[in-house]
């Protein structure tokens, strides 16, 4: 009878304390997942601000540009049929 005691007390107290456990677990997950998508939108965000200031950089280096001229185009006045230098045919 005392063993039997002793053992529901036992039983009592470990029980208690699976509880306990899993309460930790079910906290320590939530928290992972709460992180998670903390870190997802975070990660978003800052490729949205890359993506944007990236656009603006090269708006800036496009306004104001000058295109230079196509060398391998005969000037004008030149003959187009002009052979390009260092191609001599003996």
């Given at each position: 009878?005392?063993?039997s ?5 036992h ?8 509880e ?12 992972a997942?709460s992180?998670?998508?903390?870190t997802?939108?975070m990660?978003?965000?800052?490729r ?6 990236r656009?603006?950089t ?13 060398i ?7 003959e ?8 001599a045919?003996a």
């Open positions: 009878q005392k063993m005691g002793i053992s529901a007390q039983s009592t107290k470990i029980d208690g304390k699976r306990q456990l899993q309460q930790v677990q079910k906290m320590f997950r939530t928290f997942v992180l998670e998508s903390q997802s939108e990660k978003k965000e800052a949205k601000e890359r993506q944007q200031r656009a603006v090269l708006h800036k280096m496009d306004t104001g540009s000058v295109s230079l001229p196509d391998h185009q005969p000037r004008p006045g030149e187009a049929t002009k052979e390009p230098q260092g191609t045919v």
